[in-house]
């Protein structure tokens, strides 16, 4: 039995030996003479795999520089690779208006400094009242304490509950048009409903003591993929800018290039405040997440103390800048952006062609770029969601990974209990041959499911 705390502690979870391209190579858990079974990655972890497992050029940069300079303090001392880097992550979006970039290791401490960085803004610009958070029902921020504050998933929140402070944290309605329009609702309507909440909730704790609105642009494993409708968020910067509120978009998932372009919100024709980066970003070759703030939250500090008061000892941490640099030549070279927009396209289309219009239980597929997700229930008539003890999502996940793909099960799609998705979301290398491998395995796997279950 594995000494590891792993997440659940019934099983151990399977060996992974070796991993190449969209392959990983699995150890029989108890015959190491049989051959390694082979696993397409349709899910790159958990939408981290950008260029592909153990990508050579990537791994070389990681040498190169682990033979330069490994770690240095982020006191004292910087490093040209993560300067590098830093210039050509805001080279992605050419506007005056995003000024620095922080980096840290998770998506959980991106957005714990994301936290920090709003509280700072404040409190050197005289308004250090402006210490409530607003964020929305449905959503995660990460696995740290500020994070899961903000995370308004309620099942991974529960444990915790007594040490969150919610008299600070507040959570308004999700953007979920397929589970929460109303029906004969406009999607105009429901955006102007879910506008007015949101500022209702400002008004009601005092514009004065409200810091900043949390969410993420296109919602990641705790409702599967969900796009926000038409002027949600120009709507949501417009309530900002009202009530003098910092805007931070949460794209450590759904950022990075998944969606096509490298922010998600140059889709929705806004600029944050403070953007948090994170999985795609050094494609899994070493752990990096980054902070994105604007020429104003810049100056918010430069105007005070001229500090940003969130060291950690791996901040900045030569190895996976010098992994995320490679990644970023490789998805600009190879024209990766594009090859996401078309191929997850073609995804999109299978999904609702050989998934949506063939099975009942498949009651919605959605997504952008290579970020998508297919939602279960008994019927698409009721779009009622199973049992939770069925443990849908899981069980076909399974079987799909006995047809040799493995994607990503996740629960709690209606209300942070109810509800199965799985989410598909694999490197941004795939070619339509490779969708049509991963697509035939989940038609399959349903089917199997359903089977088995009839
Ligand atoms: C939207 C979002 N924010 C934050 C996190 C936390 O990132 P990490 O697990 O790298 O700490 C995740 C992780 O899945 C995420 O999906």
Request: aromatic share 8%; glycine share 8%.
């Amino acid at each position: 039995m594995s000494k590891i705390l792993h997440r659940d502690l019934k099983t151990t979870p399977i060996i992974i030996e070796s991993s190449s391209g969209n392959y990983l190579y699995a150890k029989h858990p108890t015959n190491p003479d049989t051959p390694q079974q082979q696993l397409f990655d349709a899910i790159g972890g958990a939408a981290v795999i950008s260029v592909g497992h153990n990508n050579d050029e990537v791994n070389q940069a990681v040498i190169d520089q682990l033979q330069k300079v490994a770690y240095i303090h982020s006191g004292t001392f910087t490093t040209s690779i993560s300067e590098e880097l830093a210039t050509e992550l805001l080279e992605n979006y050419k506007s005056e208006k995003l000024a620095k970039v922080y980096f840290a290791n998770s998506g959980s401490e991106a957005n714990e400094a994301a936290i920090k960085l709003v509280m700072q803004y404040w409190y050197e610009s005289g308004k250090g009242a402006k210490c409530h958070f607003i964020s929305r029902k449905q959503s995660y921020h990460g696995n740290c304490l500020g994070g899961m504050s903000l995370s308004g998933h309620v099942a991974r929140r529960k444990p915790y509950e007594s040490l969150i402070d919610s008299s600070k944290f507040h959570h308004v309605s999700p953007c979920f048009e397929f589970r929460y329009k109303k029906s004969g609702q406009s999607s105009a309507e429901y955006v102007e409903g879910l506008l007015d909440e949101l500022e209702e909730e400002i008004l009601e704790i005092g514009p004065e003591n409200v810091a900043a609105f949390f969410a993420e642009t296109v919602v990641g494993a705790t409702t599967g993929c969900v796009t926000a409708a038409k002027g949600y968020f120009k709507g949501v910067r417009e309530i900002c800018d009202k009530y003098d509120i910092l805007l931070v978009l949460d794209e450590v998932m759904c950022g990075s290039g998944r969606t096509g372009t490298f922010f998600a919100w140059e889709q929705e024709g806004i600029v944050p405040d403070i953007t948090t980066c994170g999985k795609a970003i050094s494609s899994g070759a070493s752990p990096l997440s980054c902070v994105v703030l604007t020429e104003k939250v810049l100056k918010g500090l430069t105007n005070g103390s001229n500090q940003f008061n969130c060291g950690h000892t791996y901040q900045s941490f030569a190895l996976s800048c010098a992994a995320g640099k490679a990644v970023q030549k490789i998805v600009k070279r190879d024209g990766l952006l594009q090859n996401v927009t078309d191929v997850g396209e073609y995804l999109g289309q299978q999904l609702h062609d050989k998934v949506l219009s063939v099975f009942d239980i498949v009651i919605d597929v959605r997504g952008r770029g290579l970020f998508w997700a297919i939602e279960f229930g008994k019927s698409k008539t009721t779009n009622e969601p199973f049992d939770e003890s069925d443990n849908v999502a899981s069980k076909i996940t399974d079987i799909c990974m006995n047809h040799g793909v493995s994607i990503y099960p996740c629960k709690g799609t209606v209300d942070g209990f109810k509800g199965d998705h799985v989410i598909i979301a694999p490197s941004f290398t795939v070619t339509k041959q490779d969708i049509d491998l991963i697509v035939d395995a989940v038609v399959k796997s349903i089917q199997e499911f359903i089977d088995i279950v009839a």
